[in-house]
């Protein structure tokens, strides 16, 4: 099976390369202060045999942009400009698609909520709370939408019905899990993979920023439906009090294990680097 290779850590290879992240907006801050190294980290995923850019949006919002003082204009443009980013290291590697990144609600709210969907809004708040930069992102220009790091089931159902009233919007789903079966608020993975199982235009339904020990258990749990893809951490665990991550991981490791992963996507998310993706390309490539 011939799968698809995505990028890796956004903000791990932002950070390895000077940027001070230690903030709410996280990588989106760069949108502002320094949107060329933006562009140089989609280069070197490309360059490092990824076939897919996915953009600086995870943590954008309208909120949270307002809280810089920055007008919806602003915030609109900023959105817009990080698919024109990663568009651009596109069209210089000569291949490969855009996918805008659409972050869970708990993004936002900076407090660890992705890992845990301890949310305070319901699925009806959560639509609401979308809809607005999905209606950036869905007409941004990008190839499809990555929808990501999803922790909750009703969150995804939010994120369903926007689907639902975009039709001409591709997309895929990434659900963050807690274990080999269910996602951080403890829903079963076929459960809130079946969310999505009567939408054609989601090309793909399956687990991201989840440790890689989880992974083949859920793959098995997600076959038989639509393709899966995979992209999980380095296997560290982030420590939400200290704002730090704990533990190591090695991208050789990582590529023999991404190897044996029966997915159609397979990329790396939080702590995987260009050279995390390499090994995939290798691995895969054996």
Sequence with gaps: ????????????????????LSDELWSARLLLEDPALIRRVHADYFAAGAGVATTASYQASLPGFAARGLSAAEAERLM??????????????????VAASVGPYGAYLANGAEYTGAYDLDEDGLLEWHR????????SGADLLAIETIPSVAEGRALA???RETPDVEAWVAYSCRDEGHLNDGTPIEEAAAVFADIPHVMAVGVNCTAPRHIPGLV???RGGKPVVVYPNSGETWDAADR???GLADPVEYGEAAASWPAELIGGCCRTTPEHI???REHLAD
């Design 161 to 163: 019905r926007l689907l």
């Design 132 to 139: 607005p930069r999905w209606e950036i992102l869905a007409t």
């Design 278 to 280: 390499r090994q995939i």
């Design 220 to 222: 098995e749990r997600l």
């Design 1 to 20: 099976m011939r799968s698809l290779i995505l990028d890796g850590g956004l903000a791990t290879h932002l950070e390895a390369l000077g940027a001070d």
């Design 244 to 246: 730090r991550w704990l």
């Design 80 to 97: 817009r400009s990080s698919v024109r980013l990663a568009a651009e290291a596109r069209d210089e590697h000569g291949a490969g698609l």
